[in-house]
C-alpha cells in the first residue's frame, strides 16, 4: 500500500513542523554554529523521529568529528539476500531567510496553507529524512524485500559540503558497496511527476576587492585624479563577461552541450511550452534571455553565467555621500556547464583578474570552486524502475532534465563511486523558492517522491535477486 497524506500528517508532520521552527543554518551562514548548537537541536530531533520507526533491523547513529558539522545516518538492513547498499541522501542544514517573508509568513514559524507547508529548510532539505525513511517503512510494512540501505543526512550541503568527505571518508566501512545513490535533493519541472536531474552546473565564487586610496576622500578633491575603484572593477568584469550579451568569454568556462542534452531540452519545450520562463517573477515588460523555450532550459542548465551576489566598500543610497571611496568589493558568483573542470576554469578565473590590473590599482582575490555534474547513463532495469515508479506514484512517466543549480556532493560521490547507479530526485518544483523568500513545500509532491522511491528500491532488490 502507498503512503498516503493522512499517514504523513499521523505519523511525520508535527516533527517536521518543529524541524521548521529550527534556525540550523549551514557553517556559511552561521560563523558562530557551534555556540548556537541549533544543529545538534536539529539532528537529535531527526535522530528522535528515525528511532521511533518501525524496521525489522536498523541503527541511528550520529557521526561527529572534530569542528566539522555532524551526519546522521540510519542503516536499515536488508530484508532478504540482496549485497551492496542503497545510499539516500539528504540534508538538514539551512539557508539563511534571505529578507523578509509575505505577510503571514514566517521562515522558522512553519505554517500550512492547503497542502503546502511554508518555512525555511521544509522542502531544501528537512523532508528528505522523513521521505527515506518512510519510502523504506512502506516498504517492510507491506512484506516488500529490500536490500540494505543507509540514509545519509549531511549538516554542511548550503555551504558547498565541505565536511562531506570526511564523512564519507570515515563511514566507508559502514557504507560498504554502495551500487544505488538516490539524492533527494534535486528539483522538479512541475508537480505531477518523478522529475530525475540528468546535469547539474558547477559554480565558482570570487570575491574581488579593488583598493586605489587608504580612506575615502571628497569626491570634488579626488576625482578626476584617483582612479575609480568601481571603474577598475567595471573593466575587470568586462574581461570575463560581454556587458552587453551576458556572454561569458573566458574559454575554459565555457563548453559544448552534447546532443541527449540538447534532445531533451526540446522535447520539454514542446510538452511545457516556456516552462523556465513562466516560473520566474519577471516583472511586465522586461526581455527574457535566450531566443525558445528550448534555448532558455539549456541556458538555465548548460550556460555559464556571472551573477553579482554581494557588494562591500558601498554604502547604502540613504546615506551616500560625495565620496570618492577607497575600494570596492564584488562578490562574483559564476554557474559553470555541467561538463566544466571548475578547478581550471577557476584558475584561469584568477589570471584573467589578476593580470595588468588598470592604472596599478590593488587588487585583492579569493575563489572557491565546485563541479558541475553529468548524470551517468542510466542501467536498462533503473531505466524502468524510475518510469514504473513515476506512473506508479503520480499516474504520469517520469520527466528528465537539467537543474541550474548546484549539489557538490553529486559531484563529490561521482568521483568516489564511478560505477554507482545515480538516481538524483526532489521537490523543488514551481513556487518552492528554495533560498529565496516564501520557501514551500508542496505535500503531495512529497507523497509522490516518497512513494517512488520505495518503488525504485524494491526495484534495485528485484534486479539483483534475477541478476545473481
Ligand atoms: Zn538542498
Known sequence: MALSLSDFESDA???????????????MFDSQWIEHGYLDIAINLLADWAKSRRFAQSQVTIHRLEGRTPVLTVTIEATGP?????????????QPPLGDWSPGLEPFRPSRQGDRLFARGLADDGYST??????????????IEHGRCVVLIEASEESGSPDLDAHLDALSDLLGQVELLICLDSGALTYDRLWVTTSLRGVINVEVTVRVLEQGQHSGSASGVV??????????LDRVEDASTGEILVE???????????????????????????????????????????????????SPTLSIVGMSGVPDSSIAGNVLRPFTTAVLSFRLPPSVNAEL?????????????PSSAIVELSSHAADGWVAPVLAPWLDQ??????????????????????????????????????????????????????????????????NAVSSVVAAFARHKRESA
Open 13 to 27: 508532520l508535527s516533527t517536521l513542523m518543529s524541524y521548521g521552527e529550527i534556525p540550523c543554518l549551514s557553517p
Open 82 to 94: 540482496v549485497d551492496g547498499t542503497v545510499v539516500l541522501y539528504g540534508h538538514l542544514d539551512k
Open 130 to 143: 522523513f521521505s527515506a525513511l518512510l519510502a523504506l517503512e512502506q516498504l517492510e510494512a507491506d512484506g
Open 227 to 236: 582612479p575609480s575603484s568601481f571603474r577598475i572593477l567595471r573593466q575587470l
Open 252 to 302: 575554459e568556462l565555457r563548453a559544448i552541450i552534447p546532443d541527449e542534452h540538447v534532445r531533451a531540452a526540446h522535447d520539454i519545450a514542446e510538452e511545457f511550452g516556456d516552462i523556465v520562463a513562466r516560473e520566474l517573477p519577471v516583472l511586465p515588460g522586461v526581455n527574457l534571455m535566450g531566443d525558445s523555450s528550448a534555448d532558455r532550459i539549456l541556458r538555465r542548465s548548460w
Open 345 to 357: 576554469a577557476c584558475e584561469a578565473l584568477m589570471r584573467v583578474l589578476s593580470n595588468d590590473i
Open 385 to 450: 524502475a524510475l518510469s514504473e515508479a513515476s506512473i506508479g506514484a503520480f499516474g504520469h512517466d517520469v520527466g528528465f532534465t537539467g537543474e541550474g543549480g548546484s549539489i557538490p556532493f553529486l559531484a563529490s560521490l561521482g568521483k568516489r563511486y564511478p560505477d554507482v547507479q545515480f538516481v538524483a530526485t526532489g521537490v523543488l518544483g514551481p513556487g518552492s523558492n528554495a533560498h529565496g523568500i516564501d520557501e514551500m513545500l508542496d505535500l503531495p509532491m512529497m507523497i509522490g517522491v516518497t
